[in-house]
C-alpha cells in the first residue's frame, strides 16, 4: 500500500507479467540448455573423421550460433528486463520483499549475465578466427555462466511457492537475509531445479531443429540426417526423468497447494478454482506429442523435416512451457509468496492490523474530489480497495472480469459475498484460492459500493464521480 | 535367442496371413501413393474429420456408463460435468470434437469441391460423404439437447418449428420428431436413440463404403495438376510417407482439441423450464447458422406462410444441385461447366460465411 497501484483494463495486469514471463521462459532456458548444445556438438565436429560432414556441421553450427546470439542476447535480455519492469510495477510488494531477502543472489546473476553475454558474443565473432581449442573454451566459459543463472533464479522461483519454515520464523524481522541460503535453498529447489534443466535440455534440442529444418536434405543428406538426429536425442533427459521429476516435486509441494492441483479432476465448478488441474493436463498432452512428433517426423525422417514440422514443435514447446508457468503461478494462490503474502500484496501477519485500521490508512494513493471539501468518497475508496485488493487478479470487464462474475447480484447480495471473503472462515470454498478481503466493515461498505456501481450501473446514478487519478 | 523370437512371429504373421490375407494388404499399401503438389495440404482434413469422430465414438462410450436419458437426462450431465472424475474433460471433449469435426468435414467437402474430385468416376464418394455430412449434422442436433439445459431446450424448440412450415405434413413431422406438441423428456429419450443407436448404424457402413472408394480410387488431381504431362507430377508413398504426417495432423488436432476442451471447458446452462420464457439471444450451433439466417431473411421478404414455404423450397433446391454437382460437371472436360461448377462454389461459400456472421451479428 505504499505504492500506486497500476491497472490494466481488460487485459490485467497479472497477464502483463505472464506474457512477457512466458516469452523471457522460452528463450532463457534455451540459452541455458543451448549453452550446452553448442560446445557439445562443436566437440563432436572436431571429432569427425569425415572431413566435409565436420566442414559443413562447423559451418552450420556457426549460423546456428548466430541465431543463438541474436535470439537470447537481444529478445532474451529485452524480456528479461521486460519482466522487473512489469513486477516493480504490478508487484511491488513482493518484489521489494524478495530483494531485500535475495539481492545478492541477483548480483551474482548479474555478474553471471555479463559474462554469458560477452563470451557468446565472443564466441559468435571467434569462428574460424582463433584457435579451435580456444574457441570450444569460450563456449564452455558461456555454458558455465548460463547455467549459473539459472542454478541462481530458481532458488527465487522456487522460494515464492515453498519459502520454508526457517525463513518463515524470521519473516517480519527485520533479519530476513540471514536466512538467505534457507530461503534459496528451500524445499521445492532441487525438483525444481531438476525439472528446468530438462526442460532447458529440450528447448536446445527443439530450437536446433529449427535451424537444422532449413538445411536442403537434398543437398545435404548426411548433414541434415545427423544434425537433426543429434539434436532429437535433447529430448531423451526429458523423456526419461520428466515423470519422476514431477512426482518429486508434487511430492515437495504443501498439501494446501497439492489441494489446488486436485481440486479439478471431479469438477470445472467456479472456472478458475480447477485451472491448475486442466493447465496440468495441457503440459502432460503436449509434452507427449513433442515426443511423438520429434521422434516420429524428425529421428526416423530427417531428410523430410520442414521449417513447418519445427515451428509445430516449437508451438507445442510455447504452449508446454506456457502452461507450466501458468500452473507454477497458480499453484502458489492465495499467495504471491507461500504463507508470507497474499496474492495481492497483503501481508500475512498484517491481516488483522489492516481489519482494525483500515486498507486505506497507510495509503498515499487514494483520490480524492467527489466527496465534499476535497475529501476521498465512498466510490473512489471503493475504487482504491478494487484495484488494491481484487487487482492482482482481476478486471473489471476482460480477464475474470468482476462485472460479469458477479452480474445477477443485487447490493446486499454482493455485500454478502464481499462479507465471505472478509471473514475467510476455515470452510470458506474461496480461502483455497483467495486471500481475504482485508479492511473495516466501512472498507466492505465502500468496496461494495464500487462493485455494485460496476454490476448495477443504473441503481447507483452519479456514481461516475470520479475515474482519474488526482492526488 | 534372436533367431527364435523372429520365427516366432513370422509364424504368427503367417497364420494371420493365411486366414486374413495380410500381405495383399501390405502389397496395396506399398503400392498406394499420394500427389505431392501446393494443394496437398488439404489432403489431410479427411483424414482429421476420421479421427474426430473415432475421438467421438471414444468419448460418447463414455458418456454413454453415466448418461440417462428421460427425465434424470439434466442431473445426469450435472453430475457428469461436477461430479464424476474427469467427466467434465470427457464432455468438454465430446462437445469440442464434434464442433471441430463439423469444421474439418466442412473444410474437407469445400477442398474435394474446388479440387474437382467428384468427377467421373468418384461421383459415389461425393455422394456419400454429402450423406456422411447430413448424418453427422443430425447427429451434432440430437446431441445438442441431450444434456436438457436452458439453451439447449430453447435452440431445439426453435429448430424444430422450422420443419413446421412444411406444407399439408410440416406439423405432423414435428409432432414425431418430438414425441408430441412440445419438446419434453420424451424428446429427449427419442432423441437419444437417434444419437446412440440409429444415426452410428447408418453413418458406420456409409463411413466404410466411402473410406473403400478413396482407396480404390486414390487421391483426385486438382486440375492445375492434370494439366501437366505425367514426368512432372510427384507424388509420395502412402505407407508410411503419408500415414505419418497423418498421424502428426492428428496429434496436432489432439492437441487443438485438449486445449480447447481444458482451457474453454463445455459449460452446462440452467436446468430447462418449459414454463420460463426464452432466455435472450437464442441461436442455433454455428454450423445451422446460415440455414437459419437465410430462411429468417426469406422471412423478411417474404412475411408469412409464403415465405417459410419459400425459403424450404429454394434452401432445398440448393442442397440439391450442390449434391448433384458430379453430374453437371462430370470430367476435366467439362469446359465451360466446369468453370460454372467453380462460380457456383465461390458463391456457396460467399453465401455461407456471410449469412453465419449476419446471423451472429443479429443475435446479439
Known amino acids: 500500500m505504499n505504492y500506486p497501484f497500476w491497472d490494466i483494463p481488460r487485459l490485467g495486469s497479472g497477464w502483463v507479467i505472464g506474457l512477457i514471463a512466458i516469452f523471457h521462459v522460452m528463450i532463457s532456458q534455451f540459452a541455458v540448455g543451448g549453452g550446452f548444445y553448442l560446445p557439445l556438438a562443436e566437440r563432436k565436429a572436431q571429432r569427425m573423421?569425415?572431413?566435409?560432414?565436420?566442414?559443413?556441421?562447423?559451418?552450420?553450427?556457426?549460423?546456428?550460433?548466430?541465431?543463438?546470439l541474436v535470439l537470447t542476447a537481444v529478445f532474451g535480455t529485452v524480456s528479461g528486463v521486460g519482466i522487473w519492469f512489469a513486477i516493480g510495477l504490478t508487484h511491488p510488494e513482493a518484489t521489494s520483499t524478495l530483494i531485500h531477502n535475495f539481492v545478492f543472489g541477483w548480483a551474482m546473476e548479474w555478474v553471471f549475465f555479463l559474462v554469458e553475454l560477452t563470451t557468446i558474443a565472443v564466441y559468435y565473432y571467434t569462428w574460424n578466427r582463433v584457435d579451435e581449442k580456444l574457441h570450444l573454451k569460450v563456449g564452455w566459459v558461456y555454458a558455465g555462466a548460463s547455467v549459473a543463472t539459472l542454478v541462481i533464479i530458481n532458488g527465487i522461483l522456487a522460494f515464492m511457492l515453498t519459502p520454508g519454515d526457517t525463513w518463515i520464523g524470521v519473516a517480519g524481522t527485520g533479519h530476513e537475509a540471514s536466512k538467505f541460503w534457507n530461503a534459496f535453498f528451500n524445499p521445492t529447489y532441487w525438483p525444481s531445479l531438476l525439472l528446468r534443466t530438462c526442460v532447458c535440455a529440450s528447448l536446445a534440442g527443439i530450437w536446433a531443429l529449427i535451424t537444422a529444418s532449413r538445411i536442403d536434405g537434398e543437398k545435404h543428406p548426411e548433414l541434415k540426417t545427423s544434425k537433426v538426429q543429434w539434436s532429437v536425442k535433447w529430448l531423451v533427459p526429458s523423456f526419461v526423468a520428466m515423470p519422476f521429476l514431477m512426482m518429486w516435486y508434487y511430492a515437495m509441494v504443501p498439501a494446501s497447494q497439492k489441494a489446488l492441483l486436485t481440486l479439478g479432476i471431479d469438477t470445472i465448478n467456479s472456472g478458475t478454482f480447477s485451472t491448475v488441474t486442466r493447465m496440468a493436463l495441457i503440459i502432460i498432452v503436449t509434452s507427449a506429442t513433442i515426443i511423438g512428433v520429434a521422434y516420429f517426423l524428425a529421428y526416423r525422417n530427417?531428410?523430410?523435416?520442414n521449417l513447418a514440422h519445427a515451428m509445430a514443435v516449437l508451438l507445442l514447446a510455447l504452449m508446454a512451457t506456457g502452461a507450466g508457468e501458468y500452473s507454477r503461478e497458480m499453484l502458489r494462490k492465495p499467495y504471491v509468496i507461500g504463507r508470507w503474502m497474499y496474492s495481492n500484496g497483503v501481508r500475512v501477519p498484517y491481516v488483522e492490523r489492516i481489519n482494525r485500521e483500515g486498507y486505506l490508512a497507510h495509503s498515499q494513493w487514494v483520490w480524492k474530489g467527489a466527496g465534499s471539501n476535497g475529501t476521498a468518497s465512498n466510490y473512489s475508496r471503493g475504487e482504491a480497495i478494487f484495484r488494491g485488493e481484487c487487482g492482482s487478479c482481476h478486471t473489471l470487464k476482460g480477464y475474470r472480469p468482476l462485472a460479469d462474475m458477479l452480474a445477477g447480484r443485487d447490493r446486499s447480495n454482493i455485500q454478502n459475498f464481499?462479507?465471505?471473503?472478509?471473514?475467510?472462515?476455515?470452510d470458506s470454498p474461496y480461502r483455497k484460492f483467495m486471500p481475504p478481503m482485508t479492511g473495516t466493515q466501512q472498507d466492505v461498505?465502500?468496496?461494495t459500493d464500487f462493485l455494485n456501481a460496476q454490476v448495477n450501473p443504473v441503481s447507483t446514478p452519479g456514481s461516475k464521480a470520479v475515474l482519474t487519478a488526482q492526488r | 535367442m534372436i533367431a527364435k523370437t523372429s520365427s516366432f512371429y513370422d509364424w504368427v504373421y503367417d497364420w494371420v496371413d493365411e486366414r486374413l490375407g495380410v500381405s495383399d494388404l501390405a502389397a496395396f499399401a506399398r503400392k498406394k501413393t499420394v500427389p505431392v503438389h501446393a494443394q496437398s495440404f488439404w489432403y489431410y482434413w479427411g483424414g482429421i474429420s476420421l479421427f474426430l469422430f473415432v475421438v467421438q465414438c471414444f468419448t460418447g462410450v463414455l458418456l454413454l456408463v453415466y448418461y440417462r436419458p428421460g427425465a434424470d437426462?439434466?442431473?445426469?450431465?450435472?453430475q457428469i460435468t461436477y461430479v464424476m472424475h474427469f467427466g467434465w474433460l470427457i464432455r468438454s471433449a465430446h462437445s469440442w470434437s464434434a464442433n471441430l469435426m463439423m469444421f474439418s468435414i466442412l473444410v474437407h467437402m469445400f477442398s474435394v469441391y474446388f479440387m474437382k474430385a467428384y468427377r467421373k468416376p468418384r461421383e459415389l464418394g461425393w455422394l456419400s460423404g454429402m450423406a456422411l455430412l447430413g448424418i453427422a449434422s443430425v447427429f451434432g442436433f440430437s446431441g445438442y439437447l441431450l444434456p436438457m439445459d436452458e439453451l439447449s431446450y430453447f435452440a431445439t424448440k426453435?429448430?424444430?418449428e422450422i420443419p413446421v412450415a412444411i406444407p399439408f405434413v410440416g406439423s405432423a413431422i414435428a409432432n414425431f420428431l418430438r414425441g408430441g406438441p412440445d419438446v419434453t423428456e420424451f424428446t429427449?429419450?427419442?432423441f437419444f436413440a437417434l444419437h446412440v443407436v440409429v444415426l452410428p448404424a447408418l453413418f458406420l457402413p456409409l463411413l466404410g463404403f466411402h473410406l473403400w472408394l478413396v482407396q480404390k480410387h486414390g487421391n483426385a488431381m486438382p486440375p492445375s495438376e492434370e494439366a501437366k504431362p505425367a514426368s512432372e507430377r510427384k507424388t509420395m508413398p502412402f505407407m508410411p510417407n503419408f500415414l505419418r504426417k497423418d498421424i502428426a495432423m492428428w496429434l496436432i488436432s489432439l492437441n487443438v482439441l485438449a486445449l480447447l476442451a481444458s482451457v474453454f471447458p463445455w459449460q452446462l446452462g440452467k436446468q430447462y423450464d418449459a414454463l420460463a420464457p426464452a432466455p435472450l439471444g437464442i441461436h442455433p450451433e454455428w454450423y445451422f447458422m446460415s440455414p437459419f439466417e437465410m430462411l429468417k431473411m426469406l422471412g423478411t421478404v417474404l412475411p408469412g406462410a409464403v415465405g417459410e414455404i419459400a425459403g424450404i423450397l429454394l434452401f432445398t433446391l440448393g442442397i440439391a444441385l450442390w449434391i448433384l454437382i458430379p453430374f453437371y460437371d462430370s470430367s476435366r472436360d467439362s469446359g465451360r461447366r466446369g468453370r460454372n461448377a467453380h462460380c457456383f462454389g465461390l458463391v456457396a461459400v460467399i453465401l455461407l460465411l456471410a449469412t453465419t456472421a449476419i446471423g451472429y451479428w443479429t443475435v446479439r
Open chain 2, 158 to 160: 426453435v429448430g424444430l
Open chain 1, 418 to 426: 464481499v462479507m465471505m471473503l472478509h471473514e475467510n472462515k476455515p
Open chain 1, 445 to 447: 461498505d465502500d468496496l
Open chain 1, 302 to 305: 530427417p531428410r523430410d523435416f
Open chain 1, 49 to 68: 573423421k569425415d572431413a566435409k560432414l565436420r566442414a559443413d556441421w562447423m559451418d552450420q553450427l556457426a549460423k546456428h550460433s548466430k541465431f543463438f
Open chain 2, 188 to 190: 429427449v429419450q427419442r
Open chain 2, 73 to 78: 437426462s439434466f442431473e445426469s450431465v450435472r
